[in-house]
């Protein structure tokens, strides 16, 4: 479930349906390291990074949530 939801919702990952033997392996890795499926492996990671450092940032969304909680555990 997790390898479907990175690589069907996220769209930072592969899914490995078949046998993992060494061929294929190599063959996943160095498509992903040569062609454009692994390019825009490499764009949607580095849009998520940017967006999960927003949220943690003070004031990110993250950020404001986990405050939120500390207020109302300590409220108690």
């Given at each position: 479930m997790n390898a479907r939801f990175l690589s069907w919702v996220w769209k930072i990952g592969i899914e490995m349906e078949r046998k993992f033997d060494r061929m294929e392996i190599e063959r996943i890795?160095?498509?992903?390291?040569?062609?454009?499926?692994?390019?825009?492996?490499?764009?949607?990671a580095l849009k998520l990074k940017e967006e999960v450092e927003r949220c943690v940032?003070?004031?990110?969304a993250t950020s404001n949530s986990l405050n939120e909680l500390i207020k109302h555990i300590?409220?108690?």
């Open positions: 890795i160095r498509s992903l390291m040569t062609q454009e499926e692994g390019r825009k492996l490499r764009q949607t940032q003070d004031g990110g300590l409220s108690l």
